[in-house]
């Protein structure tokens, strides 16, 4: 009879503290799919402003948008595929502060607010601090406030505002010269900080699902709205972007006129509070 004399590891079994390695990998990796969305916006950010820098504002104004359709695509992929994570929304914020933050600061300032000096640089600065201040709130309070409305102005659509005034002045070949022009951007500039770290509250869509079934009528609107922005989208986009910019007030308005409590001040019903 033989004995082995080699000494044997003791490995628990994987119900008492040990992970398989496949599970190791998943928890300590990230997903492609989502993150590749997210870097793709980033870049359109990062872009916009290199174009901004070689005065080439309606190109700049045009990836701002680019960005905006890809910060939406990332979190709907990342939200259908599973493939929600942590980094994922670190990551997301980050390249959301770079699109929507600075880039649309930048882009404003580069093009007409420069004029009024430190007026300008100073509306541009608000809009970039309105527009961090936001994102840390959002994550602060995540779970939080009714997940139907959003707290102040996303810095997605107060980019829409920014970058939507500059396509529309350079396309349609506004008088740059003007006195009012400098002080028009410069008010819709602080317009969208100041209200992006309001508490008016902003229709999310979140409740609005793509595999929900809906009336004949909507895709028939839906074709009708492509159809309006084909014909001349930088007047198009911009006035979408200014009617949700004023949405956020007509609704707390209007709740306040009928009793109703702000939903993004209020906890909502049945849920509390629970980490990014």
């Not at 000096?117 to 994550?139: I, M």
């Not at 959003?150 to 997605?156: K, T």
């Not at 317009?191 to 028939?220: C, D, E, Q, W």
Request: glycine share 10%; net charge positive; charged share 15%.
């Amino acid at each position: 009879m033989r004995f082995s004399l080699r000494r044997r590891k003791f490995r628990p079994p994987l119900g008492a503290g040990r992970e398989s390695v496949p599970d190791v990998v998943r928890r300590r990796g990230i997903y492609l799919l989502p993150n590749a969305f997210t870097t793709a916006a980033l870049f359109a950010g990062f872009y916009a402003i290199v174009q901004a820098m070689n005065q080439r504002f309606e190109v700049a104004a045009i990836a701002i948008f680019i960005a905006m359709v890809l910060d939406g695509m990332d979190g709907r992929v990342a939200r259908l595929t599973h493939t929600q994570s942590a980094f994922g929304e670190q990551y997301d914020s980050l390249s959301d502060m770079t699109s929507f933050g600075v880039a649309p600061a930048l882009v404003a300032y580069e093009w007409i607010l420069r004029d009024l000096g430190r007026w300008g640089w100073g509306a541009a600065f608000l809009y970039c601090a309105g527009a961090a201040l936001r994102l840390a709130r959002f994550n602060a309070r995540l779970g939080v406030v009714d997940p139907r409305f959003f707290q102040g102005l996303p810095s997605p659509a107060a980019a829409a505002l920014v970058a939507g005034f500059v396509w529309l002045s350079v396309d349609n070949l506004f008088p740059m010269r003007e006195a009012w022009m400098p002080w028009c951007a410069f008010a819709i500039t602080v317009y969208a900080g100041l209200t992006m770290v309001s508490n008016a509250p902003f229709y999310s869509g979140k409740s609005f699902h793509l595999a929900r079934s809906v009336p004949f009528g909507v895709l028939i609107v839906f074709v009708l709205g492509i159809f309006v922005v084909s014909t001349n989208p930088p007047l198009a986009l911009f006035g979408i972007s200014c009617a949700y910019a004023l949405s956020g007030y007509l609704v707390w308005a209007w709740r306040w006129w009928r009793g109703e409590p702000n939903p993004v001040q209020t906890p909502p019903p049945g849920g509390g509070e629970s980490g990014p």
